[in-house]
């Protein structure tokens, strides 16, 4: 089964920008990826995804205008391009896979594979 580890995540300052990596162990190029957060005390949130054929992304309204989802399925890689950083930002990062040939979905419950997050934190 796919294994998936995210980087990129560190402390920044409100208005930067920075890049997360997700890096995939197994081929994941035939199933949807997303992107999902989780702030302390809060529920998990969806923030992105992508289809396995790259030709849909859809957003949350928060980070719309802002965040870009991307992959590279040659390097078995998911990126979430983030910018115009806003201390709401703020929470562990999450990478996720969904099912072969899926496609894209904002509920965490369509995700089976997860990796273990990143921390973002965007100070004022």
């Known amino acids: 089964q796919v294994q998936l580890v995210e980087s990129g995540g560190g402390l920044v300052q409100a208005g930067d920008s920075l890049r997360l990596s997700c890096a995939a162990s197994g081929r994941f190029s035939t199933r949807p990826m997303g992107w999902f957060r989780q702030a302390p005390g809060k529920e998990r949130e969806f923030v992105a995804a992508i289809s396995w054929s790259s030709d849909n992304a859809y957003y949350a309204d928060s980070v719309k205008g802002r965040f870009t989802i991307s992959r590279d399925n040659a390097k078995n890689t998911v990126y979430l391009q983030m910018n115009r950083l806003k201390p709401e930002d703020t929470a562990v990062y999450y990478c996720?896979?969904?099912?072969?040939?899926?496609?894209?979905?904002?509920?965490?419950?369509?995700?089976?594979?997860w990796g273990q997050g990143t921390q973002l934190t965007v100070s004022s």
């Open positions: 996720a896979a969904g099912g072969l040939y899926r496609g894209i979905d904002w509920k965490p419950s369509e995700y089976g594979i």
